[in-house]
């Protein structure tokens, strides 16, 4: 399975002490440069640089051949990059959160997750708990909806229900 991914998900998984389900979910897990760039900026959090500066050996650096020229003035190096990427490997999935990304992603035809179904995903397979994971989640700026989160929870509880 060749799987994308673009600075977001990475860094919340990195932060909720949950980015061990990635390799589970998917094997390994390929970034272009600009992400890593993007994740070891002054502003990203020390323990996201901290967990950079001894990568794990299932998250691979690839920079994308060509780069998407259009898209320049409305994403940023790393969800352009991610995007392009995706395209020239054929990913199965691109992991990605920005919505002007996942809506250039889609246009693209590329299967596009969110930070919020990788950990549904891992609650499914039980590598994660979700109401724990999402409690976690939401202690830092990632945004979604209150409603898409009580959905999550529900989706979870039922599936967990004897």
Same mark, same amino acid.
């Given at each position: 399975m060749i799987v994308v991914a673009d600075a977001s998900p990475l860094r919340y998984l990195i932060l909720i002490e949950h980015a061990h389900v990635l390799p589970a979910l998917y094997g390994r897990v390929i970034v272009p440069p600009a992400v890593i760039t993007e @994740?070891?900026?002054?502003r990203t959090p020390s323990l996201v640089r901290a967990w950079l500066s001894n990568r794990p050996e299932w998250l691979h650096v690839q920079g994308p051949m060509q780069l998407l020229e259009p898209l320049r003035g409305v994403l940023g190096p790393g969800e352009r990059e991610a995007i392009a990427l995706a395209a020239e490997l054929?990913?199965?999935?691109? @992991?990605?959160?920005?919505r002007e990304g996942r809506r250039e992603a889609e246009r693209r035809n590329l299967i596009v997750l969110g930070t919020l179904r990788v950990l549904a995903d891992a609650a499914e397979h039980d590598l994660?708990?979700?109401?724990?994971?999402?409690g976690r989640l939401q202690q830092t700026n990632f945004r979604a909806s209150e409603r898409l989160i009580q959905w999550l929870l529900e989706q979870d509880a039922k599936r967990r229900a004897p």
């Open positions: @994740l070891n900026q002054e054929a990913a199965d999935v691109l @992991l990605m959160d920005d994660a708990d979700l109401p724990l994971a999402l």
